[in-house]
């Protein structure tokens, strides 16, 4: 990768600029104003500090967690606070406060997981004190508009109807439309990847924990007004085992990806392959499968597909022939051989206990490509660049070919064995430059 190419990817976009400039102005304008009137209810404040503070502790903030929020009941209590009628002497001085004292539950919250080395990052901080101000500015009507605003003034909506608690709701619906689309942004500026499929990712994964945590944001800040802040710990329980048990799902994940992944070295060990094709094949895969839009849980399943993909070649009967390591460039094998090996990687996916949409996929590795599902035609696309960048098939006389060669032999090749628009894909993935081998 040249150096000016290094640097464009270095350089902080205008976006995330905005964002941390935002979020670093309404942070140091509520320390001021707080420090200078004061908290206007100062045991709402400790209260929901230390939910917060408490729901940063139980998160998990560790490199590859599954979850994309990694602290939900901090962000529900961050939130139920923002929806809070806390009474201010200007128009923004609620606001500010609310920003203030989550930054500081927040960052007090995230001392544990710094001390061990995964503590949350800058994005995080970013996207709680915006979305935390966002909520709370969207609020500000809701509570000047009610009798008595400070003193029961959501407890007066209630009792005029449910008007109050749809438009509570609605605040933490567009609150979340914003997060997403802002978290999309960081997330375009930290990896690289196209801003449409990552906003589609954002938003497929509002309807889950996402809006558990609205609701619980709702029911918080309406019973701190009628039962006092200290209800707190009872209505945010279910939350909490909640998040526990996403951790303890998330450790028996880790397991089984780990598992897949030492599996799908048995080729590689046996000699079919260099070392790591079956994780370069994975990566390259789901970097595809992201330029193509596909979800998450699509995007597991072509991963669990790419790297078990050749297992079917443990069934060769010569496995590592004279001067190669057994691989084979791109249509060496007969049509037979190829069928075979795919029959019987299918067979062994099978017994793994894995999705059968992955056994589907290794299964149909020797079909034509037209007749193929999208993850087996990605996946296809991915080991046959490996193979030719890193000159596996040795045996044949091949040699390493550059990438963009690599590209022109697939792009030759797609009238009849690679689909079109999955090279087009690929070759957008090499100019973001993030799975360059």
């Known amino acids: 990768m040249s150096e000016s190419v290094r640097r464009a990817r270095h350089r902080t976009p205008p976006e995330v600029r905005v964002a941390v400039g935002a979020a670093g102005a309404a942070t140091a304008a509520g320390f001021c104003w707080t420090l200078a009137h004061g ?65 500081t539950a927040t960052v007090v919250g995230a001392v544990p997981h710094v001390a061990r080395g995964r503590g949350p990052t800058a994005e995080h901080l970013v996207r709680r004190v915006l979305g935390t101000a966002f909520a709370a500015a969207c609020c500000r009507p809701l509570c000047a508009g009610a009798p008595g605003e400070g003193d029961g003034g959501p407890v007066a909506g209630l009792a005029a109807g449910p008007g109050y608690v749809l438009a509570l709701l609605a605040v933490l619906a567009l609150t979340a439309l914003c997060d997403a689309v802002l978290a999309a942004c960081l997330a375009r500026a930290r990896t690289g990847w196209p801003y449409g499929p990552l906003l589609r990712d954002e938003l497929r994964a509002l309807p889950g924990v996402g809006s558990a945590m609205c609701a619980t944001g709702v029911v918080i800040a309406l019973a701190a007004q009628v039962a006092g802040p200290w209800a707190l710990p009872v209505l945010s329980l279910p939350l909490l085992l909640t998040q526990v048990s996403l951790r303890r799902y998330a450790a028996v994940r880790r397991t089984y990806r780990q598992t897949i992944a030492s599996l799908a070295r048995a080729t590689e060990m046996a000699g079919y392959h260099s070392q790591g094709h079956a994780r370069r094949v994975a990566a390259l895969s789901r970097a595809i499968g992201r330029v193509r839009g596909l979800s998450e849980r699509e995007l597991d399943v072509l991963e669990q597909s790419a790297l078990m993909h050749d297992l079917g070649k443990l069934s060769l009967a010569d496995p590592v022939p004279p001067g190669g390591d057994g691989t084979l460039p791109p249509g060496a094998e007969s049509l037979t051989d190829r069928r075979r090996i795919a029959l019987l990687g299918g067979a062994v996916v099978r017994q793994t206990g894995v999705a059968a949409e992955v056994a589907v996929v290794v299964e149909r590795q020797a079909e034509p490509y037209r007749d193929q599902p999208v993850a087996a035609r990605i996946v296809r696309v991915a080991a046959a660049y490996d193979v030719l960048v890193t000159g596996n098939a040795k045996g044949e006389g091949a040699v390493a070919a550059g990438p963009l060669a690599a590209l022109e032999r ?26 360059a081998n």
């Open 39 to 103: 908290l206007a209810q100062p045991e709402a404040a400790l209260a929901f500090g230390l939910l917060i503070v408490l729901g940063e502790v139980a998160g998990d903030h560790r490199a590859g967690a599954p979850a994309r929020i990694p602290a939900p009941l901090a962000t529900a209590g961050a939130l139920g606070y923002a929806l809070l009628c806390i009474p201010a002497d200007a128009a923004g001085g609620a606001v500010l406060e609310i920003a203030a004292v989550s930054f």
């Open 410 to 435: 697939l792009r030759l090749a797609t009238a009849d064995e690679y689909d079109p628009v999955v090279v087009d894909a690929l070759r957008e993935v090499l100019a973001s430059g993030v799975c």
